[in-house]
């Protein structure tokens, strides 16, 4: 469980809006095919591939479609396939995802899909039980809030005050070493996992973080419920949105560190994935679209941690709070669309289990 998010919203919302966590995962098919390429199958043909952080399977049962055709001509037993989400995630629209057309179950009848609802800073599954581990732009997600923040008028890593920022970070290097532990147990030997999350180059002047112009946008709307009186300024001083982009260098620290005799490093690196909410902009001129789009993809991702952690805290419906700070978004995207860009970098890190 995590005391950050309930996870991505449900009800087909989070994938109708996920397009560029969508391009995020098409960005790594070599990595990709190297990883299934790396892994070691066990003898016995029982091999079993997970992702974590499923959500509604969108993204999800995609990337396990391109695992199951690189790993078949090398395996001859049926593969078996774990989604792994919080307990709280839409598992019914999993469900009928995997049950449509465009399911690799319709492509590979002979796999079994399990779903492991629980958080993922823990194990989820046996030990040594996975030969193919994916998760892709979920793992910059932290476990829970970082307790005894002050930040009266920031929300994110990128502009954080320097002493709130440590607890951030040190938050995020906690929880990074907690999933990789996990799944240093969970991985078969010579078992292989590869994560996709959101990055940053590590830079002090200036520091590149992944989504720093979107989050800057989500906080100008904070501030203006705060100034309004909808929500407390003690709740959002406490708050931050608890997701946290890493360098090249905090990805690699457990790897290369405390869990070094489980895990080798088959890479770590940053490469860039264009907005696909820009790119419609550029193409078709459309601001009301652009903006409209935007804000639904950031509200599929972000009301579940912001209803918990700030609008629970406000006057009035939870609900109606969330629907006037997304509506400010967009009013602020559609005057303002270069204004806040959604620069990503995106982190890819791949391990192996040791024998």
């Known amino acids: 469980m995590t005391d950050a998010t309930d996870g991505m919203v449900g009800d087909g919302y989070y994938d109708a809006h996920s397009t560029f966590q969508a391009k995020v995962a098409e960005s790594g098919a070599e990595l990709l095919e190297q990883a299934v390429q790396a892994a070691t199958l ?18 999800s049962i995609a990337t396990v479609q391109s695992v199951l055709k690189l790993i078949a001509p090398r395996i ?17 629209g999993l469900a009928t995802n995997l049950a449509g057309e465009g399911s690799y179950l319709r492509t590979f009848p002979e796999a079994r899909a399990l ?5 993922y800073f823990q194990r989820v599954t046996m ?12 793992a910059h997600w932290l ?19 320097l002493a709130e920022r440590a607890k951030i970070l040190a938050q995020a290097s906690r929880d990074w070493e907690a999933f990789l532990a996990a799944r240093a147990e969970e991985l078969q030997p010579g078992g292989v ?16 973080v992944s989504a720093a112009g ?22 959002y001083a406490a708050y931050c949105f608890p997701v946290v982009p890493r360098t090249v260098e905090e ?15 088959l890479h770590c690196g940053l490469a860039t994935v264009p907005s696909p909410y820009q790119q419609a902009l550029e193409k078709t001129g459309d601001v009301a679209a652009f903006a409209k789009h935007y804000t639904a993809f950031t509200r599929a991702f972000s009301e579940s941690s912001l209803a918990r952690g700030v609008f629970a805290f406000g006057q009035g419906d939870p609900a109606k709070l969330a629907d006037k700070y997304y509506g400010m978004m967009q009013s602020a995207l559609a005057a303002k669309p270069d204004g806040y860009p959604f620069d990503d970098l995106t982190l890819a890190v791949m391990v192996r289990r040791r024998d």
């Open 42 to 59: 066990p003898a016995d043909g029982s091999v079993v591939v997970a992702d974590y952080g499923c959500g509604e399977g969108r993204n």
């Open 76 to 92: 001859t037993g049926s593969p078996v396939v774990l989604h792994s989400d919080l307990p709280t995630n839409d598992w019914a």
């Open 115 to 119: 779903f492991a609802p629980c958080g």
């Open 127 to 138: 030990p040594a039980s996975i030969t193919i581990g994916t998760s892709g732009s979920a």
């Open 143 to 161: 476990s829970g809030q970082p307790p005894g923040l002050d930040m009266p008028r920031s929300l994110y890593r990128s502009d954080a005050p």
């Open 193 to 208: 996992l590869l994560v996709q999350m959101l990055g940053s180059d590590g830079r002090d002047d200036p520091l590149r």
């Open 214 to 235: 979107l989050l800057r946008l989500m906080n100008e709307c904070a501030l203006q419920l705060v100034e309004s009186g909808d929500v407390p300024k003690e709740a």
């Open 251 to 265: 990805a690699a620290a457990p790897v290369t560190g405390a869990l070094a005799d489980r895990l080798e490093l």
